[in-house]
């Protein structure tokens, strides 16, 4: 099952194609006195390998600053979709994507073909 830590390594690495170290200079944490932010905490690579590593989870104000740093909701980067039917696509249709788009129109043939291949063997087999 896809995790928080996969998601946000993802983000990180297909997505933004940034180190640890990068992304941590990034964000950083609100801290609030009463409603109003007075002050940001940084947040370091160590907590982002955590965080990938599923070794802690973060508070919510680092959620917010994450999903809003990768522009995506939070019901996806905590769930992996969206709450009221998927609107955001899974890890693995991003990654599917992100593959799809690094082909050239010729691989993208020879894929198509391979995979309607695939699915016509595979509905022979079904019935």
């Given at each position: 099952m896809e995790s928080l830590g996969e998601r946000i390594n993802y983000l990180r690495v297909a997505r933004r194609?940034?180190?640890m170290e990068q992304l941590a200079n990034q964000l950083a944490i609100p801290v609030y006195d009463k409603d109003k932010?007075?002050?940001?905490k940084p947040v370091t690579s160590g907590t982002i390998s955590?965080?990938?590593n599923n070794k802690h989870r973060p508070n919510v104000d680092l959620m917010v600053v994450i999903?809003?740093?990768f522009n995506v909701s939070l019901d996806w980067l905590v769930n992996g979709q969206e709450?009221?039917?998927?609107k955001n696509p899974s890890l693995s249709q991003l990654k599917l994507k992100d593959l799809f788009a690094s082909m050239s129109p010729e691989e993208l043939?020879?894929?198509a073909h391979f995979i309607n291949e695939m699915r016509?063997?595979?509905l022979g087999?079904?019935?």
């Open positions: 194609g940034i180190t932010i007075i002050d940001h955590n965080l990938e999903a809003k740093y709450f009221e039917g998927e043939e020879m894929q016509m063997k595979t087999n079904s019935e």
